[in-house]
């Protein structure tokens, strides 16, 4: 085994009675900077080219929810890699409800743009969004054709010239992941320990890697809408239409909760979201109805408490997480879905036989790795998570995420503890040149 000789790196630490070593500087060897900024350099890279933000009107809130996508990313690269494959299942549904109204021209790239609140209608007080499920109706009831989508800035070429995808540095998370992975596959294969950093690094590249394989079509960093007027309607279509809505909080009339600091932490609605809204809503009207033909004492009582029953459903459901019932119920998807979202925590796991400074930090490394891998599947096998008590299921499903939440504080801990005294084989290194071809 050919490494380079590891008396540079003690003559450049601190070594500690236990045989471990502090801060290490630049060597023949590895040095503890270029571990930190190498480790941490392919996280940003890699998180910012994954990222693929809806367009806003208003450029400090466009540029800060990149940022707030950016930090959750980091926190819970699981939950973004859900994310892009619920925005793919919405494209994919919309691209087939369409499929026979536009004779097939409708193709991912535009639902993606439409699923991004990047089409817009003008109001007499500014601007609304026009959902996916909106634009579809619009086409099914004939107010609108596909042959005036370039009219409404769906041309292919309109949305190239919008999103901002930067070739280069696709490139270079590319080379720089391949780099990294490739790096760590040498030093296991020398027997060399990788560092909790580089361990907790590995970790990211799966998720990012599936992520921008969902959104690999979705334009990015479009910096403006389309916006649009409306085809002439009735008066009962235009109520249709907009209750359509899936929220209204990203549209722009100056209203209560439109434009918000906080909204940049809000995930974008989804349009099965909304109908699964209308349709408890429809069950609650339902039951009404049913009540109404057992009599008019029932009828008075039961009225007159409808509309107080259907605000009160609105108000008090706080939904924690709703997956997608397409993708949910999906026999290879939702698996697969599952075994990536417990791959993060797996992967920390590279460092199980990692030299710790305790024994007590080894083992709680382990055990976060393992219940961030446990927590994490439990959570994905709640369709829907509510703010509302309904027993042991409650519990379990808001305890879940929790635990995944504090196993990942408790990891990035040991990460940064984990500096202070670390292995010496962390810092040796591999020749490169024992792989070299020689002609001779």
Same mark, same amino acid.
């Given at each position: ?209 599936? *992520?921008?394989?969902?959104? %690999? ?5 479009? $910096?403006?809408?389309? @916006?649009?007027? #409306?085809?002439? /309607? ?123 400074? *305790?024994?007590?930090?080894? %083992? ?5 790795? $393992?219940?961030?891998? @446990?927590?994490? #599947?439990?959570? /994905? ?60």
């Amino acid at each position: 085994m050919n490494r380079s000789c590891a008396s540079a790196n003690e003559r450049n630490s601190s070594t500690t009675s236990e045989g471990f070593v502090g801060w290490v500087d630049e060597s023949p060897g590895r040095g503890t900077l270029g571990l930190v900024v190498t480790c941490l350099f392919t996280i940003f890279l890699c998180t910012w080219v994954v990222i693929h933000p809806r367009v806003g009107k208003r450029s400090l809130l466009r540029v800060l929810h990149k940022v707030a996508l950016f930090l959750k990313t980091l926190i819970a690269p699981e939950f973004i890699a859900v994310e892009g494959l619920q925005e793919w299942s919405q494209a994919q549904r919309m691209v087939k409800d369409c499929a026979s109204l536009t004779e097939n021209r409708l193709k991912l790239v535009h639902a993606f743009y439409i699923g991004m609140l990047a089409l817009r209608y003008r109001t007499p007080r500014g601007d609304r969004v026009i959902w996916p499920n909106q634009y579809t109706w619009l086409l099914q009831h004939g107010l609108v054709r596909w042959n005036d989508h370039e009219k409404w800035g769906l041309s292919e070429e309109n949305i190239r010239d919008k999103s901002n995808a930067d070739g280069t540095a696709k490139l270079l998370a590319l080379v720089q992941v391949s780099w990294f992975a490739a790096q760590s596959i040498m030093r296991h294969a020398h027997k060399l320990p990788l560092s909790q950093l580089e361990s907790m690094t590995l970790s990211y590249i799966p998720l990012f890697a599936i *992520t921008y394989l969902f959104w %690999w079509v979705k334009p990015k960093d479009v $910096l403006s809408p389309s @916006v649009v007027d #409306l085809p002439g /309607m009735s008066d009962d279509q235009r109520s249709v239409f907009e209750s359509m809505a899936v929220s209204t909080v990203f549209d722009d009339e100056g209203a209560e909760k439109q434009g918000c600091f906080w909204s940049i932490w809000y995930l974008t609605p989804r349009v099965f979201e909304k109908e699964a809204a209308d349709k408890a809503l429809l069950e609650i009207q339902q039951r009404q109805l049913e009540a109404d033909e057992k009599g008019p004492i029932q009828r008075i009582g039961r009225a007159a408490n409808l509309n107080a029953r259907i605000s009160s459903k609105k108000s008090k459901e706080t939904v924690v997480a709703h997956w997608d019932p397409d993708l949910y119920r999906s026999k290879f998807l939702w698996p697969m879905s599952c075994i990536f979202g417990a791959s993060f925590g797996a992967l920390h796991l590279i460092s199980w036989d990692t030299r710790f400074p *305790t024994p007590f930090e080894s %083992w709680l490394w382990r055990v976060a790795a $393992l219940v961030s891998i @446990v927590s994490m #599947l439990i959570f /994905m096998q709640f369709e829907k998570v509510v703010l509302r008590w309904d027993g042991i299921k409650t519990v379990v499903s808001l305890v879940s995420p929790l635990l995944y939440l504090v196993s990942r504080v408790v990891m990035i801990g040991g990460v940064i503890a984990a500096f202070r005294a670390s292995d010496p084989a962390v810092d040796e290194t591999y020749v490169v040149s024992t792989y070299w071809i020689h002609i001779t």
